[in-house]
């Protein structure tokens, strides 16, 4: 039959895999053993060796795109939530981050740009956040505007242009 799963075994893991009715290996799903109890398994889509539990991979140009819908008539679309869920939450802990990454001319692998939120603080009640926006310039990293509940600051010098923030909504 097309389609069926491959299962195969190297002595210490096995990966199960289902290539397209092509052929084409690297165009299928893969599922592989992440070696530990805290990766214990990995989703490949478009490539043979994932290397976190789920990789999505193409060679095409703007591909891979992940498509999130919602078809419903209502006026709520889809979310992403990124959730840290811990019984031991702290103070100024990294909830998420979305990083961009690409290669230089090197071809060696670089953080371009991130954006990552904080729990500044995490006691009941008075629970304070901060979302960094961080950008590269001349090979560092550092946070370009810092977003808390009650500022925004945007560090440096402006140069070009200028800053207008209005009062008030409407």
Same mark, same amino acid.
């Given at each position: 039959?097309?389609? /069926?799963?491959?299962?195969? !075994?190297? #002595?210490? !893991?096995?990966?199960?895999?289902?290539?397209?009715?092509?052929?084409?290996?690297?165009?299928?799903? =893969?599922?592989?053993?992440? %070696?530990?109890a /805290?990766?214990?398994?990995?989703? +490949?889509?478009?490539?043979? &060796?994932?290397? /976190?539990?789920?990789?999505?991979?193409?060679? &095409?140009?703007?591909?891979?795109?992940?498509?999130?819908e $919602?078809?419903?008539?209502?006026?709520?679309?889809?979310?992403? =939530?990124?959730?840290?869920?811990?019984? @031991?939450?702290?103070? $100024? @802990?990294?909830?998420?981050?979305?990083?961009?990454?690409?290669?230089?001319?090197?071809?060696?692998?670089? /953080?371009? *740009?991130?954006?990552?939120?904080?729990?500044?603080?995490?006691?009941?009640?008075?629970?304070?956040?901060?979302?960094?926006?961080?950008?590269? *310039?001349a +090979?560092?990293?550092? !946070?370009?505007? =810092?977003?808390? #509940?009650?500022?925004? !600051?945007?560090?440096?010098?402006?140069?070009?242009? =200028?800053?207008?923030? %209005?009062?008030?909504? %409407?």
């Amino acid at each position: 039959y097309e389609n /069926e799963p491959i299962i195969k !075994s190297d #002595g210490d !893991s096995e990966v199960m895999q289902w290539i397209p009715s092509d052929g084409v290996v690297a165009d299928g799903i =893969t599922i592989a053993e992440g %070696g530990s109890a /805290e990766d214990p398994l990995r989703l +490949g889509i478009g490539t043979i &060796a994932p290397s /976190e539990a789920l990789h999505i991979s193409s060679g &095409a140009s703007a591909k891979p795109v992940l498509l999130i819908e $919602n078809t419903n008539a209502g006026s709520y679309g889809p979310s992403v =939530t990124l959730k840290k869920s811990t019984t @031991d939450e702290d103070d $100024n @802990d990294v909830l998420g981050v979305i990083r961009f990454e690409g290669q230089n001319d090197n071809q060696d692998n670089l /953080e371009y *740009a991130t954006i990552y939120a904080l729990s500044s603080d995490v006691s009941d009640g008075t629970e304070d956040s901060i979302l960094h926006f961080r950008t590269i *310039a001349a +090979g560092t990293l550092p !946070s370009r505007i =810092t977003i808390t #509940g009650t500022a925004v !600051s945007i560090p440096g010098t402006f140069t070009i242009g =200028t800053l207008d923030i %209005g009062h008030g909504l %409407g």
